[in-house]
């Protein structure tokens, strides 16, 4: 069974600071999903990373996917209150509709 | 393009009732996948239909059953609610699934 995990579940921090999400598995993943979800809302996705050592830039937002294909990571330079949310990895078995998805990691940014 | 629709928004229902919600996937997606979203458990993966058919399953009872019309449109339905049924369920729609799939906003259901 494909398993994510991700670190911290909680993480407040002040406006202008850095952040880093993690998210690990003992299972390979031929892709991982970054998503972002508001209060009452579906997930957004973010980003997609396929290659092994993948690196993706979104504005602020760093993505890498790790060489073996098994962790991710999110980095935030310089976090704004419009950051906050909740932060989610999702992957699964190629050409299928299944997302595993990790516990996720509540972000609050404080003005 | 549109995205992805959900029905209703918000939903309450009694214990023992059952409830059938929506899903209007993007224009050309084939699979659809639901999940069931708690603050316990995260988001947990109901089942994906592609081309009319289901192809994935997760570990959920009978109870929770769905279904994939001709032009892709989605329903799920759970029976005899219990109070734990309450929780967001969403709705995601993929091309022809692995990788970008895209969710609605979510039914809200309450089971009282």
């Known amino acids: 069974t494909q398993l994510l995990e991700q670190s911290p579940q909680f993480l407040s921090i002040q406006e202008g600071e850095n952040l880093t999400v993690y998210c690990n598995s003992s299972s390979v993943f031929s892709s991982l999903q970054w998503y972002r979800q508001e209060p009452g809302e579906g997930p957004v996705l973010l980003v997609t990373?396929?290659?092994?050592?993948e690196v993706k830039k979104l504005k602020r937002l760093t993505f890498q996917f790790g060489d073996a294909r098994k962790d991710s990571s999110l980095h935030i330079t310089a976090a704004q209150t419009g950051d906050t949310g909740l932060y989610l990895c999702a992957g699964g078995p190629s050409n299928t509709g299944k997302l595993i998805f990790g516990q996720g990691t509540t972000l609050q940014v404080k003005p | 393009k549109a995205g992805v629709t959900q029905t209703p928004r918000y939903l309450i229902k009694t214990r023992g009732q059952q409830v059938t919600l929506s899903c209007s996937p993007i224009?050309?997606?084939?699979?659809v996948s639901w999940y069931q979203q708690t603050p316990g458990q995260g988001l947990q993966f109901l089942f994906e239909?592609?081309?009319?058919?289901?192809?994935n399953k997760g570990n959920f009872p009978g109870r929770f059953s769905g279904r994939q019309f001709s032009n892709s449109r989605s329903e799920m339905n759970v029976s005899t609610l219990e109070l734990g049924d309450s929780a967001l369920y969403l709705c995601?729609?993929?091309?022809?699934?692995?990788?970008?799939?895209?969710f609605g906003q979510g039914t809200r259901l309450t089971v009282v």
């Open positions: 990373v396929v290659t092994g050592g």
């Open positions: 224009s050309g997606h084939r699979s």
């Open positions: 995601a729609s993929s091309l022809v699934g692995g990788g970008r799939a895209f």
């Open positions: 239909y592609f081309s009319e058919t289901q192809r």
